[in-house]
């Protein structure tokens, strides 16, 4: 499965609720393929999408996804422990694992030796797996009932494609229009 296809299944499946994104290509990805107000786009973060998902699953008390990559999550593991070890949240973290680092040049992330799904769980989330095709994508993204957070490690191919163009630059519009989202979202009027 290609990162493109992947980042496609997540967008459909979250419907209305927000989508924090993990900076770089996933990013630019997302917004070319179904920009939203619910989309956050992180532009610099590397390796918080995580924490910023968590904290909007807490505060919302709603399904929130993110959409992550495996150099992202090695760069900060330790969101994977306060993550697992906060309260129940209805959290569901896709970590797109194509084994790069895509967007600084193609460096490898060495995620081939790491088994997220199994961190995840030692870090205390309730639920994890491990996917590699679409099929496997679709039903590990059916809501299951049980709060969460709920990591997916969606093995992907290693392979180049166009990212989409880069995020705009005016990012406190960005965010501005994500927040009126979000309001609208807790008071129920989207």
Do not use: W
Not at 165 to 187: G, K, M, W, Y
């Amino acid at each position: 499965m290609r990162k493109s296809q992947a980042i496609g299944l997540v967008l459909g499946a979250a419907g209305d609720a927000p989508v924090v994104t993990t900076t770089g290509y996933a990013s630019r990805i997302a917004a070319a393929m179904g920009d939203r107000p619910q989309n956050f786009y992180m532009t610099g973060s590397m390796g918080l999408a995580g924490a910023v998902g968590a904290g909007l699953a807490a505060t919302l008390g709603r399904r929130v996804y993110v959409i992550d990559g495996d150099g992202s999550v090695l760069m900060n593991a330790s969101v994977l422990a306060t993550i697992g070890g906060a309260p129940p949240t209805p959290l569901t973290q896709i970590v797109l694992d194509d084994g790069l680092y895509a967007s600084t040049g193609g460096q490898p992330t060495h995620s081939a030796s790491c088994d997220f799904a199994a961190m995840a769980l030692a870090c205390g989330y309730p639920r994890a797996c491990t996917v590699s095709d679409a099929d496997g994508l679709a039903r590990a993204l059916v809501p299951t009932g049980e709060r969460g957070p709920h990591l997916i490690h969606c093995r992907l191919e290693a392979a180049a494609e166009p990212p989409g163009p880069r995020i705009p630059c005016d990012l406190p519009a960005l965010a501005a229009t994500f927040r009126v989202a979000v309001s609208n979202l807790q008071e129920g009027t989207l």
